[in-house]
């Protein structure tokens, strides 16, 4: 399979980034050909403006958009490495599906879906995060993000969310965070499996 990691994270040193290299990893491991997408080293721009809401009704997307779409419909699974924040994505992410997942290519009924999002395609999350994953269920958080994101933002199939809890921890913590995110990419199902 062909697979995309979108990373969104400034900082090249943090543990997210070490998660997307170990994702990267295992899914290489697994003989499939990997490709990462580097929001904030590529100076990705996550505000929804003006220009987004002309392009929506007009013949062809924005350069930066067509170019995000471009490798969404070259992979067969999609994964995203983001910390979480306040309960929620960081404000890059957020902004890239706000502005990626257009209308007329992402949810429209179209003549080929085969370019689109509609493709069938497998999705992951890997989501470090501070809180402890008791915390997390306990005060109904992974219900929460769940519902908001599997069942709703993101249309992959299978698609799942893996809560990195206990991200901020010891150097041991992270460390089996970091073998769990080497085996995701090993263990990578196929789309529709
Ligand atoms: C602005 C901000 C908001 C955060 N919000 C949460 C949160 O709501 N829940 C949580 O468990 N951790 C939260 N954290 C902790 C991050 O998830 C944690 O620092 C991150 O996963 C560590 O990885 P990093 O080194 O890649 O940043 C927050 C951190 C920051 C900086």
Redesign the pocket.
């Known amino acids: 399979m062909h697979v995309l990691t979108i990373l969104d ?1 400034p ?1 090249p ?7 997307a290299r170990r994702f990267m990893d295992g899914a290489s491991a697994a003989g499939h050909t990997v490709e990462l997408a580097d929001l904030h080293a590529e100076g990705f721009d996550p505000r929804w403006s003006m220009d987004d809401i002309t392009a929506e009704g007009g013949p062809s997307p924005l350069a930066d958009i067509a170019k995000e779409q471009a490798r969404i419909a070259r992979a067969d699974a999609i994964c995203f490495v983001f ?6 994505m ?1 404000a890059m992410t957020k902004g890239w599906v706000d502005r990626v997942f257009t209308w007329g290519w992402a949810y429209d009924q179209l003549e080929d879906p085969e370019k689109s999002l509609l493709r069938p395609r497998s999705g992951l999350l890997l ?5 402890r994953s008791d ?2 269920a306990e005060r109904g ?1 992974l219900e929460a993000l769940e519902t908001a994101w599997i069942k709703g933002t993101f249309g992959f199939s299978p698609r799942r969310l893996e809560l ?2 206990g ?2 921890g010891s150097a041991r913590r992270r460390q089996a965070l970091l073998e769990k995110s080497f085996e995701a990419g090993y263990a990578l199902a196929s789309p529709g499996a």
């Open positions: 994270h900082n040193d943090s543990f997210s980034a070490a998660v910390p979480l924040f306040w309960w929620g960081p989501v470090p995060a501070g809180a915390e997390m958080y990195l809890c991200a901020t």
